[in-house]
């Protein structure tokens, strides 16, 4: 990170004042909690004088503003946490992302290649080189480079869809060494050596990336690589085919730009089904036949705890409905991934505009009715489905619609989702082992793609002994460490922080009273009900209130690295 004023640069020392300045720009014209910038700051337990130093920080970064000419008022303080004010003339991220959601609004795909080169133009080197925090190098870092490399795939496939196949060839080498499990990049190269005439050489790449996946990874290309190489095979003729709509907010698929600032929300082409999905038959039945209903409200909420499978289920239903919205499925991301809401300006300005024909809005991972209630005033003519934690009782109040409260898969229904993502010889070779990793999962469909994820990255790895493995210590091996949407102890971490202290305190003592008869009883029954409304318990009156053991865990285990933390403390 440097400061430029006028003709001079001055690059920034790793420094806690640096880190600090990092963590802010990182979110630009939003409010960053303060708990957010301890752990970016100071990566572990912070100390007990965390907060002062943290205001100590900030004041060292206002005098250096002022120093270089920058108004002392750019870092704002407000209630919970900071606020860093900036625009396209201050920021190069917020100009890469202005240039990229212009690019997504271009009149054509001229007009588009030219802003989104503009806008890579402007990534110089390895992005926060300088900053110390490892929590803000192993998140945010690969969070820049996945916006970066988006837009570059979208340069390629402009590039290559207006025949500029010689042009493009540099950049799909680099892309293509430097990142060899996005078979996206690799997709591009094997056409473009094939479209110029290299036949040999593009079956060479694509051989060569088949055999990588094989050895690390286990598994095949996926089917764009597959039937790249059947064409090949068979002489096809590989006429330019247009771009596929820009990949910003397209339905099915991640933002582009996950801060919020992104390119307005666009149909994709097709929305794909969720890999190996299981489970939820009724549910989808349900969710479609409301979606799809010629009269009456057509929305729909899916509520529950961090993890239980809401984006997925939303995302399933979306594939199987969107032959009935000719105007497009629409997808748009209210959670940045380390959390935190995308404010309700920033989503408005993402809304689609009003298409021909049906459409779907899908609001995926909303933090209250206060973020949904005014996006729904401008998808009036669209059926919406929305995710959240919460069961937004006020937006279907006021608008109509159902509530989908999900619970953990039944045993069947993880049974299958463990043999339709390691396979299903493998599983039935071992379908005990694979039950009690269902178990140990606490039939999270999260956890259970996590498991997933370790067996298939370890082909000689047994169902039994990663079963036994995750039981030693479930909620902190749960996780798979390039991604942090990935990690149970990631996500309901999140969850827990997010909510009151008093929330947060009531949540672990039930946790931590497990086996004690209800371990509810003599709570506040008001607190108990924000505590469902949160996601992390469930049902409650008349009836008992009761957590999910994957849950119960997390609060036991959280519970005792408090105590541990607290007991080595110096006296």
Not at 464 to 491: F, I, K, Y
């Amino acid at each position: 990170m440097s400061i430029a004023h006028g003709s001079e640069t001055v690059v920034l020392k790793p420094s806690k004042p640096t880190s600090l300045l990092a963590a802010l720009l990182l979110h630009p014209n939003t409010v960053v909690s303060t708990a957010y910038l301890l752990r970016a700051v100071w990566d572990e337990e912070p100390p007990a004088t965390a907060r002062a130093a943290l205001q100590t920080c900030v004041l060292r970064l206002r005098r250096l503003f002022a120093k270089y000419g920058i108004s002392a008022t750019t870092i704002e303080a407000v209630p919970g946490g900071y606020r860093m004010h900036c625009d396209t003339e201050t920021l190069d991220l917020v100009q890469f992302r202005t240039l990229a959601a212009r690019a997504g609004a271009a009149a054509g795909a001229g007009e588009e290649l030219y802003r989104l080169r503009e806008a890579l133009s402007l990534w110089q080197g390895q992005p926060l080189a300088n900053v110390a925090s490892r929590m803000l190098q192993d998140d945010a870092v690969p969070a820049l480079e996945q916006e970066r490399l988006r837009v570059l795939e979208r340069v390629c496939d402009l590039e290559l869809a207006a025949g500029n196949c010689h042009q493009v060839l540099v950049d799909l080498y680099e892309s293509a060494r430097r990142h060899p499990v996005r078979e996206r990049f690799t997709e591009q190269l094997v056409e473009a050596l094939y479209r110029t005439g290299r036949q040999a050489e593009a079956l060479a790449e694509y051989r060569t990336v088949r055999d990588r996946l094989r050895d690390d990874l286990g598994i095949d290309p996926g089917p764009g690589l597959r039937r790249l190489e059947l064409a090949i095979l068979r002489a096809e003729e590989l006429a330019p085919a247009p771009p596929e709509p820009p990949r910003t907010a397209g339905a099915g698929v991640v933002p582009a730009l996950p801060s919020g600032a992104s390119a307005p929300a666009r149909p994709a082409r097709a929305v794909p089904p969720v890999p190996a999905f299981a489970g939820r038959e009724s549910d989808r039945r349900a969710m479609a036949a409301r979606l799809t209903a010629p009269d009456g409200p057509r929305l729909v909420v899916v509520s529950g705890a961090p993890g239980i499978g809401k984006s997925a289920l939303a995302r399933q239903t979306a594939h199987e409905v969107q032959e009935s919205f000719p105007g497009g499925v629409f997808t748009l991301q209210l959670a940045r991934p380390d959390g935190t809401p995308v404010a309700v300006e920033e989503a408005a300005r993402l809304m689609p505009e009003p298409a021909t024909g049906r459409r779907l809005v899908v609001l995926d991972g909303a933090a209250g009715a206060w973020q949904v209630l005014p996006l729904l005033s401008t998808a009036e003519d669209a059926a919406v489905l929305v995710t959240s934690r919460r069961q937004l009782a006020a937006v279907v109040a006021t608008h109509g619609g159902a509530v989908h409260r999900l619970d953990v898969l039944r045993s069947t229904e993880a049974y299958a989702l463990l043999a339709g993502l390691v396979g299903a010889e493998r599983v039935a070779a071992e379908p005990a082992a694979t039950r009690e990793l269902a178990s140990v999962c606490g039939h999270f469909p999260l956890a259970l793609r996590i498991a997933a994820g370790r067996l298939l990255t370890r082909p000689g790895l047994s169902v039994a002994a990663c079963a036994a493995w995750l039981a030693e210590d479930p909620t902190a091996r749960l996780a798979l460490a390039e991604d942090a949407g990935l990690s149970v102890p990631e996500v309901l971490g999140q969850a827990l922080d997010a909510l009151a202290p008093d929330l947060r305190e009531v949540f672990l003592r039930l946790g931590a009273r497990a086996g004690a008869g209800d371990p509810s009883a003599g709570e506040d029954e008001s607190v108990l009900e924000q505590l469902v409304e949160a996601g992390l318990l469930e049902d409650g009156p008349p009836g008992p209130y009761r957590m999910h053991e994957l849950l119960r865990i997390y609060a036991r285990r959280r519970v005792r690295t408090h105590e541990t933390h607290a007991a080595a403390a110096p006296r």
